[in-house]
C-alpha cells in the first residue's frame, strides 16, 4: 500500500493524479479463513483491523451483504464523546474516545476528527442533579467532564436561547475533548488498514446461512458460495436478530428507526456539538455548513430506515425554542438508521451459545463514538476468549441481572 | 405515518394517538419459574423483519390496549384484534397468509 502523504500529493500533483491506487482491493472469498466477520460497517471493520494489529490473526474475512459503511456507520450524526455514568461504559467509550484521538495517524487515512467539544444541556432540575453526579463519576473514571453554568453555555454557543420559557438552560455538561469525526471516513480508513494487512474484505455478500457442526459453526453460506471459518464474529447491528437466528440462538434485542435530518449549508455560526436530552435533540454544523440534527427513535419495531415524521417535527420545533435562528432554516435531507436496542441500553459484545461464535451488537442509538473501542475489545475477546473492556457487556448479563443501566442513568440520547 | 383502528372503539388512530407496547402473545413466567423462562419473557424478543405481531394502546383515546399485526418492512398493517386473547385471531392469520405467501408463525420459545 502506497502511504499517503504531503509527498504523496505532490508527485500525483505533478502526474495528473495517475498513481493513486484502490484503497482496499476488490476481493473473492477464499475457501477457508481463520476467523470470519460478517458485517463490513465501522465496528466489523475495526473488530477486523485490531484481530490483524493486536492479536497477529489476519487470515480474516469482513462479509457485508450492501456496500462497505453503507448502514448506520453512514447514518449517524457522528458524535464522540465518553460521558457515560456506569464504569464499564466509561470504559470502553473513554477507550475510543482516545483511539479517535490518533486514528488518523494509525490507519494513515484522515478521518477528520475534531475534538470541538461535546455540550449535554441541563433544560430540568433532574437533569442539573443526573449530570452533576455524571460529571463526579466521571472524575473518578478519569473521564475529563465539567459541569459549566448558563454564562459558560451562551460564551460557547453564542447562538443559544438561555431562556426559553418551556426549555430553560440551566448548565451543562461539558466535555471539551469529545467531538465528530467523518464517519465514512473512519470505514474506508479501516478497510484500507485491513485490506493491506491481507484480509479480505468482501462486499455484496450476503449471508444466507450459517454452517454448524456439533456444538461448532464451521463456516456461513453466501451468496458468493460457502466459506470456512474458525471463528465467526457477528457484528450486523439492526440485522443481528436473524443473524442470531440462523446461528440457532436468541438475543435480547429489538430493531427500532432512528432519525437525523440536515439543513441547507450556512456560514459557520456553531463549533461544538450541543445535545438536548429532554427534548430528543442534538446539533452539530458539519464542515460543509449543514446543521446536523439527530431526532428521537420510533417506539415500535421497524426496519424500514425512515422513521415517523412527528419525531422529526417534536425535534424541531424543541431546537427551535433553544436556538431561534434555526428556526427559517430549511431541511434538504432526512433519513433513518435501524438501531438495535437492549434492554438496558448497552451494547452486547460476548461469547455466545455456540462455542466459536460471537456478537457484537446492541449499541443502539450510540454506536459510531465506540466503533474503535468496540473494535479492540470485540478482537480481544475472539482472539483470547476474554477482554477487560467487555467483560460486563456479555449476554448472561440479562440472565443475572448485572445491567449497565444506562438508559435511566446517564444522559444518553434515546 | 402508521394508522392504526382501535378495535374497541372503532376510531383509526394516527401513531401520535397510539402508544406502542412491543411485542404481544409473551407468556407471563413469575417467581418458581425457571431461569431461562424468566429471561425469555423479560428480555427475549422474536424482533421479525417482516410479519410482527404487538402490542399497542389507545392512549390519547379511549384507553385500552389492544393488539396488531404489522409488517416492519412495509409498515402494512394486516389487522388490529382484541387484547383479550393468547394467539392472534384465524382471520388474522388469513389475512397475513394471502399478504405474504410461504409466512409462518414462528413457534414462541
Not at chain 1, 10 to 39: L, M, S, T
Not at chain 1, 82 to 102: M, V, W
Not at chain 2, 23 to 49: I, Q
Not at chain 2, 77 to 94: K, L, R
Request: glycine share 12%; aromatic share 8%.
Amino acid at each position: 500500500m502506497k502511504r499517503y502523504s504531503a509527498f504523496a500529493l505532490a508527485r500525483e500533483a505533478f502526474r495528473n493524479h495517475q498513481g493513486w491506487e484502490r484503497a482496499w482491493r476488490d476481493a473473492q472469498p477464499k475457501k477457508h479463513y481463520d476467523a470470519i466477520i460478517v458485517g463490513a460497517g465501522g465496528h466489523g471493520l475495526a473488530s477486523a483491523y485490531y484481530l490483524g494489529k493486536n492479536h497477529g490473526i489476519r487470515n480474516v474475512a469482513i462479509i457485508e451483504k450492501g456496500w462497505l459503511g453503507g448502514g448506520n456507520t453512514g447514518r449517524n450524526t457522528t458524535i464522540i464523546r465518553s460521558n457515560y455514568l456506569q464504569d464499564p461504559s466509561a470504559a470502553i467509550y473513554e477507550k475510543s474516545r482516545s483511539l479517535y484521538e490518533t486514528l488518523s495517524q494509525d490507519l494513515n487515512y484522515n478521518i477528520m476528527y475534531s475534538p470541538r467539544g461535546v455540550m449535554m444541556l441541563a433544560q430540568t432540575e433532574h437533569e442539573v442533579r443526573g449530570y452533576r453526579r455524571t460529571a463526579h463519576a466521571n472524575a473518578l473514571q478519569g473521564v475529563d467532564t465539567t459541569f459549566i453554568s448558563p454564562k459558560k453555555v451562551k460564551e460557547l454557543v453564542p447562538i443559544i436561547e438561555l431562556k426559553g420559557p418551556r426549555y430553560p438552560v440551566l448548565g451543562a455538561l461539558w466535555q471539551e475533548r469529545a467531538g465528530t469525526a467523518r464517519h465514512d471516513a473512519v470505514a474506508w480508513g479501516y478497510a484500507r488498514a485491513c485490506s493491506d494487512m491481507g484480509m479480505d474484505v468482501i462486499q455484496k455478500c450476503e449471508v444466507t446461512g450459517i454452517q454448524r457442526e456439533g456444538g461448532r459453526v464451521t463456516g456461513v453460506s453466501t451468496t458468493k458460495g460457502d466459506i470456512g471459518c474458525n471463528k465467526l464474529g457477528i457484528v450486523v447491528a439492526g440485522h443481528s436478530g436473524h443473524l442470531a437466528e440462523m446461528a440457532g440462538f436468541r438475543l435480547p434485542i429489538e430493531s427500532v428507526a432512528l432519525q437525523a435530518l440536515v439543513s441547507e449549508p450556512i456560514k459557520p455560526c456553531m463549533d461544538v456539538v450541543v445535545m438536548a436530552n429532554t427534548v430528543h435533540g442534538y446539533m452539530s454544523q458539519s464542515d460543509k455548513g449543514e446543521m446536523v440534527i439527530g431526532g428521537g427513535a420510533d417506539g415500535y419495531n421497524n426496519y424500514t430506515q425512515r422513521g415517523s415524521f412527528h419525531h422529526i417535527e417534536e425535534t424541531v420545533r424543541a431546537l427551535c425554542e433553544t436556538f431561534p435562528m434555526i428556526s427559517r432554516l430549511k431541511m434538504l435531507r432526512q433519513w433513518g438508521g435501524i438501531v438495535d436496542m437492549t434492554g438496558d441500553r448497552s451494547p452486547i459484545l460476548s461469547k455466545t451459545p455456540v462455542e466459536n461464535v460471537f456478537i457484537n451488537c446492541g449499541w443502539g442509538t450510540g454506536g459510531f463514538k465506540a466503533i474503535p473501542g468496540s473494535g479492540w475489545g470485540f478482537a480481544e475477546l475472539m482472539a483470547k476468549g476474554h477482554s477487560p473492556l467487555t467483560e460486563a457487556f456479555g449476554l448472561e448479563r440479562f440472565r443475572e441481572g448485572r445491567f449497565v443501566d444506562e438508559s435511566v442513568a446517564a444522559g444518553v440520547a434515546h | 405515518m402508521l394508522i392504526l383502528e382501535c378495535p374497541y372503539c372503532g376510531v383509526k388512530a394516527d401513531e401520535t394517538e397510539l402508544h406502542p407496547g412491543g411485542e404481544a402473545h409473551l407468556t407471563r413466567f413469575g417467581p418458581g419459574s425457571s431461569d431461562d423462562a424468566f429471561e425469555s419473557y423479560l428480555f427475549m424478543r422474536a424482533n421479525p423483519k417482516g410479519v410482527h405481531f404487538e402490542r399497542w394502546r389507545h392512549a390519547h383515546g379511549c384507553g385500552k390496549w389492544f393488539h396488531a399485526a404489522r409488517c416492519t418492512v412495509t409498515l402494512e398493517v394486516f389487522g388490529t384484534y382484541s387484547a383479550q386473547t393468547t394467539e392472534p385471531p384465524s382471520d388474522i392469520i388469513e389475512k397475513i397468509a394471502a399478504r405474504r405467501p410461504g409466512w409462518a408463525k414462528e413457534s414462541q420459545a
